[in-house]
Nanobody, 125 residues
Framework: QVQLVESGGGLVQAGGSLRLSCAAS????????MGWFRQAPGKDREFVAA???????YYADSVEGRFTISRDNAKNTVDLQMNSLKSEDTAVYYC???????????????????WGQGTQVTVSS
């Protein structure tokens, strides 16, 4: 069983920055592929970013160049640094873990087997 707890959400003005963090339980965290997804009101959950055990990263086109995903295997954490925030980034952000690091389809939610409860990010224009 893996538990994921997100933190760092809040209210920020457009153009500002926020850093989300996800703390994970599990002795083999370093082998997990970790991802961030988000869901805005009335919309489907969408992929934001992912990082494999190797450190390889993936980003949605909408956040490429503005968001950075990173991990600290010693602390069992994965962070999402969000810069140049826009009103359309407003959503609940979820951390997810693929404990098998399947290596395929990092942007598909079905490839992740554990999810956090989410943290709200609101960007005011």
């Amino acid at each position: 069983q893996v538990q994921l707890v997100e933190s760092g959400g809040g209210l920020v003005q457009a153009g500002g920055s926020l850093r989300l963090s996800c703390a994970a339980s599990g002795r083999t965290f370093s082998r997990y592929r970790m991802g961030w997804f988000r869901q805005a009101p009335g919309k489907d959950r969408e992929f934001v970013a992912a990082i494999r055990w190797s450190g390889r990263t993936y980003y949605a086109d909408s956040v490429e160049g503005r968001f950075t995903i990173s991990r600290d295997n010693a602390k069992n954490t994965v962070d999402l640094q969000m810069n140049s925030l826009k009103s359309e980034d407003t959503a609940v952000y979820y951390c997810a873990a693929d404990t098998a690091d399947s290596g395929t389809y990092p942007s598909y939610s079905f490839t992740y087997d554990y999810w956090g409860q989410g943290t709200q990010v609101t960007v005011s224009s």
